[in-house]
């Protein structure tokens, strides 16, 4: 796969990154930005649908204060509830609040200290050990560990933890460094996308709020944007035309921007119509741009009531282009043996069709 470097215009991404994290993080990341490895798979993620499965977002709403169940840690923390039971009983590790009819409840604070707990766990340090330490003394140990960890797993609890606690900079630094260590693609294919899909599920079950959710999303997709607009024009001597668009109904865009860096990387032109965009809007400006590539896909098979019927419409519309489906398009289509449609699920497959 050829990768066109962007040392001219790199600094545009570097520079947004400004105050974001610490300096000499941010110098560190500067320095070694050119040197990153892109070349590492990414699949198109399927996060959560845009329904809840429940009410409790609306009763947390009222309280004021984000309630969890002992169910809502175990998802959270990955940390069997039974395991959570003895924590508090044996070592007296949390108090939990308890209902009128005595059912457990904890609130933000709680979360962060098991979350906190669960890291120090992870690392090998015994229960018994850590049942010892003071609230400041078990944040400090953590703060020590995270610095420069890049274990998938604590990454993750890492990201939630800052989640939880709507810590920008605790994020970005957690973000840089992985680039920094692993490449932008790995970062976004071994750390970021793994992390939404985590949030996804328990953002279904009511186990993580609206707000946080959309926080993080967003923190994640104006690095990708930025990422992006810091690309140098297509400069690759066999580019071609790539049309990139959500179909109506599909809101998620994170897999489709961090396939537009890819496309755009690889030296390719790309005219990126984002989301929610309608049929006729992509053939009429099909008809106008003239692509040699259409690509599309979705993170939920929401928006397609009948994908087979949606496949056979944009092959017969678009019957001179290449078109490139993802997500919960790529199954349908590899099914249907369309001529002119064709699935992919990697990076690797990407670059096979360009």
């Given at each position: 796969?050829?990768f066109?470097q962007?040392?001219?215009?790199i600094?545009?991404?570097?520079?947004?990154?400004?105050g974001i994290?610490?300096?000499?993080l941010?110098?560190?990341f500067a320095?070694?930005?050119?040197?990153?490895?892109?070349r590492?798979?990414l699949?198109?993620?399927?996060?959560s649908?845009?329904h809840r499965l429940?009410?409790k977002?609306y009763?947390n709403n009222?309280t004021?204060m984000?309630r969890y169940t002992?169910?809502?840690?175990?998802?959270?923390?990955?940390?069997?509830a039974?395991?959570i039971?003895i924590?508090e009983?044996?070592?007296?590790?949390?108090?939990?609040?308890?209902?009128?009819?005595?059912r457990?409840?904890?609130?933000?604070e709680d979360?962060r200290?098991i979350m906190?707990?669960?890291?120090l766990y992870?690392?090998?340090?015994?229960i018994?050990?850590i049942g010892?330490m003071?609230?400041a003394?078990?944040?400090?140990?953590?703060?020590?560990?995270l610095?420069?960890n890049?274990?998938?797993?604590?990454?993750?609890?890492?990201?939630?933890?800052?989640?939880?606690?709507?810590?920008?900079?605790a994020i970005?630094?957690q973000?840089?460094?992985?680039?920094?260590?692993?490449?932008f693609a790995e970062?976004?294919?071994?750390m970021?996308?793994?992390?939404l899909?985590?949030v996804g599920?328990?953002?279904?079950?009511?186990?993580?709020?609206?707000g946080a959710?959309h926080?993080v999303t967003?923190?994640?997709?104006?690095?990708?944007?930025?990422?992006?607009?810091?690309?140098?024009?297509?400069?690759?001597p066999?580019?071609?035309?790539v049309l990139?668009?959500?179909?109506e109904?599909e809101?998620h865009e994170m897999?489709?921007l961090?396939?537009?860096?890819?496309?755009?990387k690889m030296?390719?032109?790309?005219?990126?119509?984002?989301?929610l965009?309608?049929f006729?809007a992509v053939?009429?400006?099909s008809?106008?741009?003239?692509?040699?590539?259409?690509i599309?896909?979705g993170?939920?098979?929401?928006?397609?009531?009948k994908?087979?019927?949606?496949l056979?419409?944009?092959?017969?519309?678009?019957?001179d282009?290449k078109?490139?489906v993802a997500?919960?398009l790529?199954s349908?289509?590899?099914k249907?043996?369309l001529?002119n449609?064709f699935?992919?699920?990697?990076?690797?497959?990407?670059?096979k069709y360009l």
């Amino acid at each position: 796969m050829v990768f066109s470097q962007c040392q001219s215009s790199i600094s545009a991404f570097i520079d947004s990154l400004k105050g974001i994290a610490s300096g000499a993080l941010y110098r560190q990341f500067a320095d070694r930005w050119e040197g990153a490895d892109f070349r590492h798979t990414l699949y198109f993620p399927i996060l959560s649908s845009t329904h809840r499965l429940n009410n409790k977002l609306y009763l947390n709403n009222f309280t004021g204060m984000e309630r969890y169940t002992l169910n809502d840690l175990e998802k959270l923390t990955g940390i069997k509830a039974a395991t959570i039971r003895i924590w508090e009983r044996r070592y007296r590790l949390i108090k939990p609040h308890r209902t009128e009819t005595n059912r457990r409840w904890y609130d933000d604070e709680d979360l962060r200290r098991i979350m906190n707990i669960t890291i120090l766990y992870r690392h090998d340090i015994k229960i018994s050990v850590i049942g010892e330490m003071s609230g400041a003394e078990i944040e400090e140990r953590v703060s020590m560990l995270l610095k420069g960890n890049l274990k998938p797993d604590i990454q993750i609890d890492s990201l939630i933890l800052a989640m939880v606690n709507l810590d920008e900079a605790a994020i970005n630094d957690q973000l840089m460094r992985s680039i920094i260590n692993k490449g932008f693609a790995e970062t976004f294919s071994g750390m970021v996308f793994p992390f939404l899909r985590r949030v996804g599920e328990m953002w279904m079950t009511g186990s993580v709020d609206v707000g946080a959710e959309h926080f993080v999303t967003n923190l994640f997709r104006r690095r990708l944007i930025c990422a992006i607009d810091s690309l140098p024009p297509a400069a690759n001597p066999e580019k071609k035309r790539v049309l990139m668009y959500l179909p109506e109904g599909e809101m998620h865009e994170m897999g489709l921007l961090f396939y537009c860096f890819v496309v755009r990387k690889m030296g390719h032109e790309v005219l990126y119509l984002g989301q929610l965009t309608p049929f006729e809007a992509v053939a009429d400006v099909s008809d106008r741009w003239h692509p040699a590539v259409v690509i599309t896909g979705g993170m939920t098979g929401l928006p397609y009531t009948k994908p087979d019927e949606y496949l056979r419409k944009i092959s017969v519309r678009l019957n001179d282009k290449k078109i490139l489906v993802a997500g919960a398009l790529a199954s349908p289509a590899e099914k249907m043996g369309l001529p002119n449609v064709f699935a992919f699920r990697s990076e690797s497959d990407l670059s096979k069709y360009l």
